[in-house]
């Protein structure tokens, strides 16, 4: 049987479903994971805090995963998952989402957005994305350095996904930069938009600290969606190398940021078009905000501070708490 949860100190993760920095950061924190299996012996379920599967396996191999989550409750061991899709689920049908909520696999349901009526498990948290500060930071830069105008290359600049012709969820992203690109291009506004894929952790920083602007638009999950929520790492990243951001408008940003106050944001071509204008022509003005959204993520959106709120979600499970935790 599972100890005292303070006590217990390992997770089980069943297909590594935890994400590098994440689970650096809770092993940080004393937490060992080992890898699993739903056939686990029982003897390996001793001292777990809790066990984590991908998301979408409830749907895939519910009865493995019932079985799973029937074995860990005999044991006292929430049965937890991470969802960064929600709360447009990568088109999942709804019927089958309605039904994975109706059976309740899960004990404690992590969502990255809370944007949806579904909540997969009798308790659950909203967990967003966070800053990689292992990869992005700094990096020998400092915040007066940035404020450097000559040091500049581009005016803005985005790298990510950007191949619709083989990647159906980017054609939105593509179709935008792509008119956008004609926006600046006319008004003599220099950019670069990039595919993602063969550039380095230091490639990416470096652009982010030669940019004046770096955007942030859509999301794979969001193929099809009405609209955005949740957010992407690179809203946690970008800042955390003292980059300026401005996104296109998500429901979740000001769960995590304040608008105008260190969070930048547009609504459709035009308006971003018309925000960097304003920003370009107000360098000190987005320095001081690129500053202070810096300094809101390290405080508050690093995968040290999602760990710690991890961990004390589990023990709020073993305490006893239901609904949504705080």
């Given at each position: 049987?599972?100890p ?21 950061a ?16 029982e ?13 979408y ?29 929600a ?9 089958r989402?309605n ?13 990255h ?38 040091r ?24 935008f930069?792509?008119?956008?690109g ?38 794979s999950c969001?193929?099809g ?97 239901r609904?949504?935790?705080?």
């Amino acid at each position: 049987m599972t100890p005292n949860p303070r006590e217990a100190s390992r997770l089980l993760v069943i297909d590594s479903v935890i994400p590098a920095p994440l689970g650096a950061a809770l092993e940080q924190r004393g937490l060992s994971l080992v890898p699993g299996r739903g056939d686990t012996s029982e003897d390996a379920l001793d001292g777990v805090l809790g066990c984590a599967i991908w998301f979408y396996e409830g749907l895939r191999s519910p009865l493995r995963v019932w079985r799973l989550a029937r074995r860990l409750r005999h044991h006292g061991i929430p049965l937890f998952a991470w969802n960064r899709d929600a709360p447009h689920y990568l088109n999942r049908s709804a019927w089958r989402l309605n039904w994975y909520d109706r059976a309740r696999l899960l004990d404690l349901y992590a969502t990255h957005s809370l944007a949806d009526c579904r909540h997969f498990a009798d308790t659950w948290l909203y967990f967003p994305n966070a800053a990689d500060l292992d990869h992005y930071n700094l990096s020998g830069t400092t915040l007066p350095d940035l404020r450097e105008e000559a040091r500049y290359r581009y005016d803005v600049s985005f790298f990510g996904g950007l191949d619709g012709s083989r990647y159906k969820e980017m054609r939105q992203r593509e179709k935008f930069f792509a008119a956008l690109g004609e926006q600046l291009q006319r008004r003599g506004i220099s950019f670069v938009f990039r595919e993602a894929e063969s550039m380095s952790v230091a490639d990416q920083v470096a652009l982010i600290q030669t940019s004046r602007i770096n955007l942030n638009f859509g999301a794979s999950c969001e193929y099809g969606a009405p609209f955005a929520s949740g957010l992407p790492e690179r809203c946690y990243g970008i800042p955390a190398c003292g980059g300026f951001l401005l996104c296109d408008r998500r429901t979740h940003a000001r769960d995590d940021f304040s608008p105008d106050v260190d969070w930048a944001e547009f609504e459709g071509l035009e308006d971003c078009v018309a925000r960097i204008v304003f920003w370009l022509g107000h360098f000190t003005a987005a320095r001081n905000l690129a500053e202070r959204c810096h300094a809101g993520v390290l405080a508050r959106h690093t995968y040290t501070r999602r760990a710690e709120r991890l961990h004390e979600a589990l023990l709020a499970w073993h305490g006893g708490h239901r609904g949504l935790l705080p």
